[in-house]
């Protein structure tokens, strides 16, 4: 087996959601949630540093994305339209997923948004394996697994 280091940034942030999908469901309705999302990120070697990555760099890097297009926002379903027409006209902060915003899918999106800036916050020989969300009042995480490499 390879060594390995990992580092987990964990992120707090607020956001209104509801699944669109299951109309008899509790979370068809807006509910608000208290999240945490956690990036892990891997190095085979560590850097001249000792570090898989500056982490407080990173950290705020990757915290001003979540903040910027998560905290306090609405997640919604793209086929959510009166409801983000709505949001819209009022001048709400909203972002749209392609699929219902899942903890699993929020996890996904968060991954792709964070690989995006990889190349801004990473060094060569970083990998970003995973990306989770925990929802608020639960013990519970989604993750989300992919291989992007710097």
């Given at each position: 087996?390879?060594?390995?280091?990992?580092?987990?940034?964990?992120?707090?942030?607020?956001?209104?959601?509801?699944?669109?999908?299951?109309k008899t469901s509790k979370c068809f309705n807006l509910h608000g949630e208290g999240g945490v999302a956690?990036?892990?990120?891997?190095?085979?070697?560590?850097?001249?540093?000792d570090k898989?990555?500056?982490?407080g760099n990173t950290k705020k890097l990757i915290k001003s994305l979540i903040d910027e297009r998560y905290d306090h926002a609405m997640l919604l379903n793209?086929?959510?339209v009166d409801l983000i027409t709505y949001i819209s006209n009022m001048g709400l902060k909203y972002l749209i997923l392609q699929s219902d915003p899942?903890?699993?899918?929020?996890?996904?999106?968060?991954y792709w948004d964070v690989s995006s800036i990889l190349d801004e916050?990473?060094?060569?020989?970083?990998?970003?394996?995973?990306?989770?969300?925990?929802?608020s009042f639960e013990d519970s995480i989604a993750w989300y697994?992919?291989?992007?490499k710097v």
């Open positions: 087996m390879k060594e390995k280091f990992e580092v987990e940034i964990k992120i707090n942030f607020r956001y209104v959601h509801r699944l669109l999908k299951d956690t990036v892990v990120l891997e190095r085979e070697k560590l850097d001249e540093f898989v990555v500056d982490f793209c086929d959510d899942t903890a699993e899918r929020i996890a996904e999106q968060i916050i990473l060094s060569t020989g970083v990998v970003l394996t995973r990306v989770g969300v925990q929802e697994y992919g291989q992007v």
